[in-house]
């Protein structure tokens, strides 16, 4: 963990450079800036009263001094949502898009974006004028991800302020955050948004094409709740074309 805490401040402290020179990243500065995974499953990089050794302080003094107040509370909100996404996994989703006939010239949508690690990994055969919007709330991530990927468009703001209109995408495409929280977007019915992973399948939906495809990693909460609205309401709109479980692992 502290190693990966030590390539987001590489990251971070790499990125307030390049904003301050008002230039692009190098592509070796691009190498740095993919390494940041963000602060999942590091609340000790935030918490001074964990208790545990001061093997953190370090980090935690490094990230007050290098973040506004404001960069600061959003990064330190981020722990229970920002998920790292293996490679391994990325590649199966593209290639099973591949296979369900989706190539050059896709409208690609990324609702909740991270740094990109989809639209990294994405198969040469997508990149033909293929058309990439992402959203990310976190701005640290969001601006990184900007960096990193220049030709798409990339909003830092939740996915409830999308501007995106419906019936447009081609593609639904990520790892989604999810958890036992809800979402305010008063388009949509409570049922809707009481539980965030639910919200970003149901907007998603929204935004894809008839034909279009939604390939998301999510919580199993998806499919093993007791409560089957959510699942009625997506089998209402959209075929499922298939599911994998991950291991716990």
Excluded at 119 to 140: H, K, Q, T, V, W
Excluded at 179 to 188: L, Q
Aim: proline share 4%.
């Amino acid at each position: 963990m502290r190693e990966k805490a030590q390539l987001n401040l590489d990251a971070i402290q790499l990125l307030k450079v390049i904003e301050r020179e008002n230039r692009r990243a190098t592509e070796q500065e691009k190498h740095v800036l993919a390494r940041y995974t963000g602060w999942g499953a590091m609340p000790a990089a935030f918490d001074y009263y964990t208790g545990r050794a001061d093997e953190w302080n370090d980090v935690r003094d490094t990230l007050k001094n290098l973040l506004t107040s404001k960069e600061h509370s959003a990064a330190s909100a981020s722990v229970s949502n920002a998920h790292y996404t293996s490679p391994l996994v990325i590649n199966a989703v593209w290639s099973a898009l591949e296979r369900l006939g989706i190539g050059a010239g896709a409208r690609i949508l990324e609702p909740s974006i991270g740094v990109g690690n989809f639209f990294g990994l994405m198969p040469e055969s997508f990149r033909p004028r293929a058309l990439r919007a992402g959203i990310e709330l976190d701005s640290i991530t969001a601006r990184i991800a900007k960096a990193l990927y220049e030709d798409a468009a990339i909003f830092e703001i939740g996915f409830e302020e999308a501007p995106f209109p419906d019936n447009f995408f081609d593609v639904a495409i990520g790892n989604v955050p999810f958890g036992n929280y809800g979402v305010h977007d008063p388009d949509y019915k409570p049922y809707q948004t009481a539980s965030i992973h639910d919200y970003f399948f149901v907007k998603s939906l929204d935004k894809l094409r008839e034909g279009g495809v939604l390939a998301f990693i999510t919580s199993r909460y998806t499919m093993d709740k007791k409560d089957d609205i959510i699942r009625k309401h997506l089998a209402s709109k959209a075929d499922l074309l298939g599911a994998i479980r991950l291991p716990n692992t």
